[in-house]
């Protein structure tokens, strides 16, 4: 399944927040979307899942979604979203449980999506006693267990310190090595772009257009191994960015 | 200043790793203060040491029989009514009163208030209405509320049952209001039903909000049992309380006041529970 944006454009009352955004993301492709603070990117997912309507433009989807798939755009939040009130593994079943799907099954899918994210020990755990990193594997087995075709990741590691978000990169990687999924990730991180993203779609400062869009050919797994070479292509894409950065620090924000 | 011509020396003295073991001093602690320690056995001391220097002060006449009795004879005046076999009576018709009143007033406030919360036009319509009725002192509508529903346990109940219905209202749409938003969004994103939205995240998140306004409305609860007990009531704490003050029997007076007080702490200790119950999984 493919998720096509098409001219994408969106105003919060007077202010321009993205202008004229076309990209597609492909079968088993991670595309990332940079840029600076303000720019749009969390308003451009919220259009891309249909949370938000465009002003103008489209989001499109193309394609049937896989077999079972009770979801196709799934998204992982940056504050993880997870019920407080709700363990572990009823966190996952939350959304299963409008689909009538058996209780059997549903015990089996929840079983399932939490032993592929090494989860399995922490079932009957609430979120408030997990570290930030377990409660995004909490979200990560909540998107799998609705057989996503896309996933819609905004910001997913920005709230975690820098050790879990490695961590939880690695298992990204490997966890995308074994399934190909589709995913739409923003960030604002750079080192996270050029380590998952097939493509890198750079943003300018609000409004948000598309400065340019870098391709990374590398294999995902072979990345953490040449480093060196994503240095040098983190500090391409940086060098797109700095001055659109530099001054969108200096703007004043009316927009949430 | 003092300090600005001895620190200069004491920093050279640690950098080149020699230290000058006559100035060396601990930091000084000033961190403490400002935390609550738990002191259970406080409470009870304090509550004893109460009576005992009121009853100490009537025994010695320094408090008048006529102005306050002592408090053995307000528990005597409870033993009376005990074993009398009154007490069941005056307590019962009030917890008849206080639990039908109470729970119909928290359902429909409850009810009400996750309309006002969900939907716009209740919110426009309804909201203004509540603003308006919630500061009326219904005591004040017994009169009208004894015309529509007559003298006997209608216009009890009534009177509490609007007691409690403003309180709730506003505590459940705040508590509706105060969901995250997030949370919110993370259920239509997963495709779920409105009613699921409804039933899984918004009603438990509104929940603590709720329960703290059942303490409110429950305090308020109380108060208005006894206004409406005054009124034509046979039978109840505040009826007992009001023939005890028609009579000047004061230690009857204390006895009815202190059913009051662990009536009401009763309750806080119900709703208690219910917040450990349902919102476990709070820190």
Not at chain 1, 202 to 226: F, K, N
Not at chain 2, 127 to 142: D, M, N, R, T, Y
Not at chain 2, 243 to 272: E, K, P, T, Y
Request: glycine share 10%.
């Amino acid at each position: 399944m493919q998720l096509v944006l098409q001219n994408i454009s969106h105003r919060y009352g007077g202010t321009t927040v993205l202008e004229d955004i076309s990209f597609t993301v492909d079968d088993g492709e991670i595309v990332c979307i940079v840029g600076p603070s303000g720019c749009g990117k969390s308003t451009l997912l919220r259009i891309a899942g249909g949370l938000e309507q465009p002003g103008a433009g489209a989001a499109l989807i193309s394609g049937a979604p896989p077999e079972g798939s009770l979801n196709p755009l799934t998204y992982i939040f940056q504050d993880f979203a997870l019920l407080p009130w709700r363990t572990v593994e009823d966190n996952v079943s939350l959304v299963l449980e409008d689909h009538g799907i058996e209780r059997r099954e549903r015990r089996s899918i929840i079983a399932d999506v939490l032993a592929r994210t090494n989860l399995a020990d922490f079932a009957k755990a609430l979120p408030r006693q997990l570290s930030g990193g377990m409660r995004q594997r909490v979200a990560i087995a909540r998107a799998l267990a609705v057989k996503p075709a896309i996933m819609l990741m905004d910001e997913p590691l920005s709230a975690l310190d820098s050790q879990t978000r490695e961590l939880l990169m690695d298992d990204l990687i490997a966890l995308w090595s074994r399934e190909r999924f589709s995913a739409c990730y923003v960030t604002h991180n750079l080192n996270e772009a050029v380590r998952l993203g097939r493509r890198i779609v750079v943003l300018s400062r609000r409004p948000g257009r598309i400065r340019e869009v870098v391709e990374i050919d590398m294999p995902l797994t072979e990345r953490a191994a040449r480093l060196g070479e994503l240095e040098t292509l983190q500090r391409r894409v940086w060098e797109i960015m700095r001055e659109e950065a530099r001054e969108a620090d200096r703007e004043i924000s009316d927009v949430a | 200043m003092s300090h600005e011509t001895t620190v200069p020396e004491t920093a050279r003295a640690d950098a080149v790793g020699t230290r000058d073991e006559a100035t060396l001093r601990p930091v000084p602690f000033r961190g403490g203060g400002f935390v609550h320690r738990p002191l259970g056995p406080v409470a009870p001391i304090v509550f004893l040491a109460i009576l005992a220097l009121w009853e100490i002060g009537s025994r010695s006449g320094f408090i008048s029989q006529i102005a306050l009795p002592a408090p053995s004879e307000a528990f005597g005046a409870l033993v009376d009514l005990a074993t009398s076999g009154m007490l069941w009576k005056h307590v019962g018709a009030s917890l008849y009163r206080l639990f039908v009143g109470w729970t119909l007033g928290s359902l429909l406030g409850i009810a009400v208030g996750l309309a006002v919360g969900l939907f716009s036009l209740a919110r426009a319509g309804l909201l203004p209405l509540v603003s308006a009725l919630f500061p009326v002192p219904k005591i004040a509508l017994l009169p009208l509320f004894i015309i529509w529903f007559g003298i006997g346990e209608g216009s009890k109940v009534a009177t509490i049952l609007f007691g409690t219905f403003f309180p709730t209202v506003i505590a459940t749409y705040a508590g509706v209001d105060n969901v995250d938003r997030n949370l919110i969004r993370m259920g239509q994103s997963f495709g779920l039903s409105w009613l699921s939205i409804v039933r899984k995240i918004i009603v438990p998140g509104a929940m603590p909000a709720i329960l703290s306004g059942f303490r409110i409305s429950a305090s308020i609860a109380i108060v208005l049992l006894v206004a409406a007990e005054m009124i034509g009531a046979e039978f109840g704490i505040g009826a007992y309380i009001l023939m005890a003050g028609a009579l000047f029997a004061l230690d009857q007076l204390i006895a009815g006041v202190a059913l009051l007080s662990v009536l009401g702490l009763c309750i806080s200790w119900l709703i208690g529970k219910a917040e450990k119950r349902l919102l476990s999984w709070r820190a």
